[in-house]
């Protein structure tokens, strides 16, 4: 079988998330390609050897410019900070190399259009964004409802990301909370989320938002015992229309008081409603309004069939999937992507959409504000 010969840059949470997919995807998922982990970078050697050695790569960098050179690596797997994306992306798709970017796909608009544009600049060559969440089969069902014409005409979409990890204003600073480092906030770290998954789930683009972003704890204590200032917003609200017509509603926070990863969302259109909750990843709630209303009510479809998207490779009906698999789907459809020859998505294009409505809310200040078309 031939190999698709991956590098990773970064080890962090999202690069432990990515290696485990890249081991386990050939495994159970039968590929035109089977992935090599080849290399993996990071900037302290005796770190990066460790990680390497506990993740499974078979060799490790110390700098990403060299990665991108190899001869014997064919996808670039990109798991850092926001501030570096723009520069190894298009530093690997110069070099001829595949490119799979976390989220969001930059800090910039500027970033992520120089972004798109070598990835449009690149035949041959396949970009992808890791929006990871498109890839929960629950969430892929939901996709296929809609795109079915489940739910009719869609009126209304509701969508919240919910955290606390930064509740207790005692906790450190990070990157996270810088904006040199990480762009944005909670806007851009988990609400960029739920304007990927609205705008894929309901085939529609959002075309105007009005949103507000604040910033709950301005200074934390930092690692040798100073403070640092908090750069970016710790919470964001807005109001968003689709292409289509309908109305949205959007809340995105880190400081959600007793919710860990509460990733929501519902659609509620002319012949029905869909409703999703990451925190129960396995569930999808449909009401279907052309039932007699002596009988209707949400039913709860358990997405654990083999018939459900991602789920034939995996176990027995109603034996459940976890967070980690998504990672893995994401890599079995990039992999397919490659050998077939065609664009996977979400595409750099898709991820610019979402950038320039991330742009617009940060902008905002309660003021309606309309989505540019994206130029590339």
């Given at each position: 079988m031939n190999e698709l010969r991956v590098g990773m840059v970064g080890h962090a949470f999202m690069g432990a998330a990515h290696s485990q997919a890249w081991r386990a995807v050939n495994r159970f998922f039968d590929l035109p390609l089977r992935a090599h982990m080849t290399a993996l970078c990071g900037r302290d050697a005796n770190r990066a050897a460790a990680a390497a050695e506990k993740l499974g790569w078979a060799s490790y960098e110390t700098d990403w410019r060299v990665l991108v050179e190899r001869d014997d690596i064919d996808l670039v797997d990109i798991c850092t900070p926001g501030d570096t994306h723009a520069e190894i992306a298009?530093?690997?798709?110069?070099?001829?190399?595949?490119?799979?970017?976390?989220?969001?796909?930059?800090?910039?608009?500027?970033?992520?259009?120089?972004?798109?544009?070598?990835?449009?600049?690149?035949?041959?060559?396949?970009?992808?964004?890791?929006?990871?969440?498109?890839?929960?089969?629950?969430?892929?069902?939901?996709?296929?409802?809609?795109?079915?014409?489940?739910?009719?005409?869609?009126?209304?979409?509701?969508?919240?990301?919910?955290?606390?990890?930064l509740v207790d204003p005692a906790t450190p600073m990070s990157w996270r909370l810088s904006a040199e480092r990480a762009g944005l906030g909670a806007l851009g770290d988990i609400g960029s989320h739920i304007v990927d998954i609205v705008q894929h789930l309901t085939g529609e683009r959002i075309t105007g938002v009005s949103g507000l972003t604040e910033t709950l704890v301005p200074e934390r204590p930092t690692v040798d015992g100073g403070t640092g200032q908090v750069t970016v917003d710790d919470a964001a609200i807005f109001l968003a229309r689709l292409t289509g017509g309908a109305l949205a509603t959007f809340e995105a926070t880190r400081f959600a008081t007793g919710r860990k990863n509460a990733l929501r969302v519902e659609i509620n259109g002319s012949?029905?409603?869909?409703?999703?909750?990451?925190?129960?990843?396995?569930?999808?709630?449909?009401?279907?309004?052309?039932?007699?209303?002596?009988?209707?009510?949400?039913?709860?479809?358990?997405?654990?069939?083999?018939?459900?998207?991602?789920?034939?490779?995996?176990?027995?009906?109603?034996?459940?999937?976890?967070?980690?698999?998504?990672f893995t789907h994401q890599a079995r459809d990039l992999i397919e992507a490659i050998a077939t020859g065609v664009q996977p998505r979400p595409s750099f294009a898709d991820a610019l959409d979402v950038q320039l409505v991330l742009d617009a809310v940060a902008r905002s200040h309660g003021e309606w504000i309309p989505i540019p078309e994206r130029r590339p």
């Open positions: 298009i530093a690997a798709l110069r070099n001829g190399k595949h490119v799979l970017c976390e989220k969001p796909l930059a800090n910039t608009v500027a970033e992520a259009e120089a972004m798109a544009e070598a990835a449009a600049s690149a035949p041959g060559v396949r970009s992808m964004c890791g929006y990871t969440y498109r890839r929960v089969p629950a969430v892929a069902l939901l996709a296929r409802l809609v795109a079915e014409g489940r739910v009719g005409r869609v009126h209304h979409v509701r969508a919240a990301y919910l955290q606390d990890w012949a029905g409603s869909l409703a999703f909750d990451l925190e129960r990843l396995n569930e999808l709630e449909y009401y279907d309004a052309s039932r007699p209303s002596g009988e209707n009510g949400f039913t709860r479809i358990l997405v654990t069939e083999p018939d459900h998207p991602y789920l034939a490779a995996w176990w027995p009906p109603g034996h459940l999937l976890g967070y980690e698999h998504g």
